[in-house]
């Protein structure tokens, strides 16, 4: 039975982010869902048998970023977004269990000012595989968002919403999308 609610979950926020992609893609900027390594959620996960690694077995947390059309180009399933002083990212980040929260949380924001400090990080779908390994640290002070490390930096505002608060495609309207507008075209 765990594994059934587990992969109801999964399966419903698949849903969820489906939606809000869908809705996204009809607004005036033209968003597209960001492809790292094509059309998926980015996380990190581990078939480790070491023991510090088995916590890594069942998805934690995923995230999913999306970005202008304009800001991205499409080359065999994956999306380009270079690192330049325009590129802001709605970034939405999903945690299913941590040891400080009591139910699975929403985060939904903006990330600007996302810069490379190594060579190897000249668009934002490298910066998301450092951010799936590192994002305890680099969102601990949530809601502001302010992160530099030796390899990227970047800034933004993520506000969090109980994942079970979400019911509707209105819910994903109100609570999602909305504030996540609202922030972007802020700048």
Do not use: C
């Amino acid at each position: 039975m765990a594994f059934d609610f587990v992969h109801k979950l999964y399966l419903e926020t698949s849903y969820l982010i489906k939606e809000f992609e869908g809705l996204l893609s009809e607004e005036e900027e033209q968003f597209i869902i960001g492809r790292p390594s094509g059309y998926g959620v980015s996380s990190r996960s581990s078939t480790g048998l070491e023991p510090h690694l088995i916590n890594f077995w069942m998805m934690r947390s995923l995230s999913v970023f999306f970005v202008e059309e304009a800001y991205a180009d499409l080359s065999r399933g994956q999306t380009i977004s270079k690192l330049n002083n325009d590129l802001r990212i709605i970034f939405l980040w999903v945690v299913f269990d941590s040891p400080d929260i009591d139910q699975p949380k929403i985060h939904i924001g903006v990330l600007h000012d996302i810069k490379g400090l190594k060579e190897k990080y000249t668009k934002f779908e490298w910066v998301i595989g450092h951010i799936a390994y590192n994002e305890q640290r680099m969102f601990a002070n949530l809601p502001k968002v302010d992160f530099e490390d030796n390899y990227v930096g970047f800034k933004g505002y993520l506000k969090t919403i109980n994942l079970f608060d979400i019911n509707s495609s209105e819910d994903i309207q109100e609570k999602l999308l909305r504030p996540a507008l609202e922030m972007y075209r802020k700048g």
